[in-house]
């Protein structure tokens, strides 16, 4: 299953953006979807994370209220809406899914097919 992100760039504080996360896999709607992040110097971290059926969806509380995981199923697609950015959400951000039908998940670990990383840029 290959993932690719996509929709990063660079944008002022306050600013929105929306990633994207694509599968060439037609059953891509059948993975749940992570989203995790690594600032320059940093460890990977999570982000945001979706159920197969998008009906579940979790964020990290330092995301909480400015970020947004939904997906659409028809066009084999994940997202991720960020409002309100901060310097501090400057990272490359990378889509990861878990196997079919597996539960959505915050841990790193669980994940088993990754993206490339789109890179996100806050100027203040």
């Known amino acids: 299953v290959q993932l690719q992100a996509s929709g990063g760039g660079l944008v002022q504080a306050g600013g929105s953006l929306k990633l994207s996360c694509t599968s060439s896999?037609?059953?891509?709607?059948?993975?749940?979807v992570g989203w995790f992040r690594q600032a320059p110097g940093k460890e990977r971290e999570f982000v945001g994370t979706i159920s197969v059926s998008g009906s579940r969806t979790y964020v990290s509380d330092s995301v909480k209220g400015r970020f947004t995981v939904s997906r659409d199923n028809a066009k084999n697609m994940v997202n991720l809406q960020m409002n309100s950015l901060e310097p501090e959400d400057t990272a490359v951000y990378y889509c990861a899914a878990r196997r079919e039908y597996y539960s959505s998940s915050a841990r790193e670990y669980e994940y088993d097919y990754w993206g490339q990383g789109t890179k996100v840029t806050v100027s203040s």
């Open positions: 896999t037609h059953t891509f709607s059948r993975f749940p």
